[in-house]
């Protein structure tokens, strides 16, 4: 296996373990740890609803649940776009960016870097 295809290996091992943890912590298994994955990117806060649909190929359906989910736990806002009523934008609270540094220090402790 050549660098590249380690790297990646380590990578896949990591993101499988940050999303147990995930799974653990959320007490969820669906397209929620994805959605929430997809939120604590780096210095991404907020997305708007379409844009995290066409990123991650998921059905609006799945990703509502999601959302709906992550919003009873209290880690996302849902609101309206206020320069563009159409739109609508997910955005981790407080809680949820307290959760996404609590994910970067368990992830160092895995060996994420």
């Known amino acids: 296996m050549d660098y590249i295809g380690v790297i990646g290996m ?3 091992k990591g993101i499988h373990k940050l999303g ?3 799974e653990k ?3 969820i298994k669906n397209h929620t740890v994805l959605v929430f994955l997809y939120l604590i990117e780096v210095d991404k806060t907020e ?3 379409q844009l995290l ?3 991650l190929e998921i059905s609006p359906v799945n ?6 989910h992550l919003l009873g736990e209290d880690f996302v806002e849902f ?3 206020p320069n563009d009523t159409r739109k609508k934008i997910v955005r981790l609270t407080d809680k949820g960016k ?3 540094l609590d994910l970067i220090e368990e992830f160092k402790k895995i060996g994420g870097n």
């Not at 990703?63 to 709906?68: F, K």
């Open 10 to 12: 380590f990578a896949l």
């Open 53 to 55: 649909i066409k990123d």
């Open 79 to 81: 609101m309206i776009d």
């Open 47 to 49: 997305v708007e609803f």
């Open 98 to 100: 307290a959760f996404k």
């Open 25 to 27: 912590r959320l007490k």
């Open 63 to 68: 990703v509502t649940r999601a959302i709906q």
């Open 20 to 22: 147990k943890l995930i």
